[in-house]
């Protein structure tokens, strides 16, 4: 039992780490989302195709996905302090730098060191939220977590637009790396790695149980252990279908797409992105929620994906509907997306404890490997279709929306190879 002193330092560095990872967690999410309302910005100030804009977008995601296994080897080793300090302090020069860019090459530069800060916060969290919440509850943190970050995209849609009208884009991402910075002092100041590192018991033995075994040996074996679990796997397949697809949609070709198709202004198409990750962050939270209390994974995560992958239809055949189908079904996109964040706790569960950062950094890998392939593809599909007036329409984008659909339905298939956990470590009672 905790005396009242030491409960009460449980609860206050248990709440300052997940604020303040939290908040940075918060900025990853701004950053991946940000080109999408700035995209005829981006293309004005550089004199970018749109294949060098989805280039641009891509090169945080290129990084993050490259830094994600790393990332879970750092936080199992030198721990989400010193990482998220470190991590806070390059997003924030990189902000600056992109802020300040006159060149494509300087932009895509500062778009890259924002990318290497960021890519720690996530893991980072997770690896926190294992740490500082019992096991029963990790889904449901690991869904507030998400819901958390999605202020983050939303902040990227809507308001950013708003703030558009009245600042340039460049002080907007010049603030925001001072505030990175901010960030990042006071990670080092208030968080802390776990609770037995300030001499409180941990979560598990305050519920009587044997704590989990520390990580031992070398980190490259408790790499390759993860590596060679073919459990661990599936989610990774998961990700880079599912959230891949969301993140590139999302975070850059929705707004030009409506735009075009769809006839819409920026203001309300940026309303559509806002609303498709609110519909994101409630399903993340309420999805993790539900899964911990049925005690399974599998069965609500097949549910979601495939609600995902019927909502890229519409957009293929460019049906015609009223605004109010058009953000119902933005919302039941996000709302089914949603699902891939169980591929976490499953990952988590089908490997050691110590070994969770390394376990949810490979899965985490995917979403950010199919963002990056994705955003420069579409780019790509869409400039060899697109007519020589430079007007767009349904046909110059049907290849880039059969491209993200073909994806999502990759990551609803891998769902059934997903090994179901019963919301509890294979390898502990």
Known sequence: MLTPTQSQRLVRLRWSAFIIVGMAYILSFFHR????????????????????????????????????????????????????????????????????????????????????????????????????????????MTGMTILMGNVGSILATSPLSAALAVMTWRSVFIDIGVFSLLLATLAWLFVRDNPTSVGLPSLRELDGLAAHPAREGHWYDGLLEVLKNRAT????????????????????????????VYGMDRGSATSHTSILMAGFALGAFFIGTLSDRLGKRKPVMIAAAATYSLCWLPWLFGIAMSNSVSYSLFFIMGLGASGFTLTWSCAKEVNRHALSGMATSVVNTGGFLG?????????????????TTGVRNLADYQSGIAIMLGFSLMGWIAVLFIRETNCRYMNLP
């Open 33 to 140: 989302f940000a080109p999408g309302a700035i995209a005829s910005d981006l293309q004005q100030t550089f004199h970018a195709s749109s294949a060098a804009l989805g280039s641009l977008a891509a090169t945080y995601f290129y990084v993050y996905t490259v830094m994600q296994i790393p990332t879970g080897v750092l936080a199992d080793t030198w721990g989400p302090r010193r990482i998220v300090t470190i991590g806070g302090v390059l997003a924030g020069i990189g902000a600056i730098l992109f802020g300040s860019a006159e060149t494509l090459a300087a932009a895509s530069t500062g778009r890259l060191l924002v990318g290497l800060g960021v890519s720690v916060m996530f893991i980072s969290m997770l690896k926190l939220n294992a740490a500082w919440f019992h096991d029963r509850h990790f889904a449901t």
């Open 371 to 387: 963002t990056a392939i994705m955003q420069p593809l579409v780019g790509w599909a869409i400039d060899q279709s697109a007519h």
């Open 233 to 260: 796997w599936p989610g990774l397949w998961v990700n880079t279908g599912i959230a891949g697809s969301l993140f590139a949609f999302g975070g850059l070709w929705a707004v030009p797409f409506l735009q075009d």
